[in-house]
């Protein structure tokens, strides 16, 4: 049971992290967007470029994108967020939109996606794949394509990873499924107390 814990915490590593500037600047959670964060915590977007789209509310971030919040980073090479129409006035300058884009208090991500390699670190937890989405309408994130989880010594793989994040299930599928689990390596504080090695 802890193993299939493990990986859910890193699929939700992966959720909040994609999710992280949808929901930035909602000052009316009381919870953590990240593990390890407040919050409040800032979301960080660094990229080599960044190009705003006025009509289709739309910002491409590319080449070695990085993304911050508290504990958790995620890096691929391609960020696309798709806003809803009219959440960022139309007379608005360019860099403002953007701003909203990347968090600001006016933005309302509808779609997110990365294009890969995506990795997403999480204190000892790590998720990597070819592309990662969210869907905000669906409310799920999606890691594609060679999808590893890890957590220490504790891998799943997988080639489709679905996490919901109404209901807080994750789903590995899409081919087969492979996991390797080590008892006593989670990280700090990831002892396997189970039983399931007894």
Request: charged fraction near 20%; include cysteine.
């Amino acid at each position: 049971m802890t193993a299939v814990r493990r990986t859910v915490a890193v699929a939700l590593a992966l959720a909040f992290v994609v999710v992280a500037p949808a929901v930035a600047a909602n000052k009316d959670s009381g919870a953590s967007l990240l593990p390890g964060a407040g919050s409040k915590a800032p979301v960080s977007i660094e990229a080599d470029k960044l190009v705003y789209f006025d009509k289709e509310q739309k910002a491409i971030y590319t080449g070695n994108v990085v993304v911050i919040q508290g504990d958790s980073k995620m890096t691929c090479s391609e960020l696309t967020i798709y806003m809803d129409k009219g959440a960022t006035p139309s007379a608005a300058p360019a860099g403002d939109a953007a701003k909203n884009a990347a968090g600001g208090s006016s933005s309302r991500v509808k779609h997110l996606d990365a294009g890969g390699p995506v990795t997403v670190i999480s204190k000892t937890q790590v998720a990597t794949g070819d592309r990662a989405a969210y869907d905000k309408p669906q409310n799920k994130v999606w890691l594609f394509g060679n999808v590893t989880l890890s957590d220490g010594g504790n891998v799943t793989k997988g080639d489709k990873l679905t996490y919901d994040l109404t209901t807080g299930e994750a789903t590995i599928d899409a081919g087969r499924v492979k996991g390797l689990f080590i008892p006593n390596s989670g990280g700090p504080g990831g002892d396997d107390k189970s039983g399931a090695s007894k």
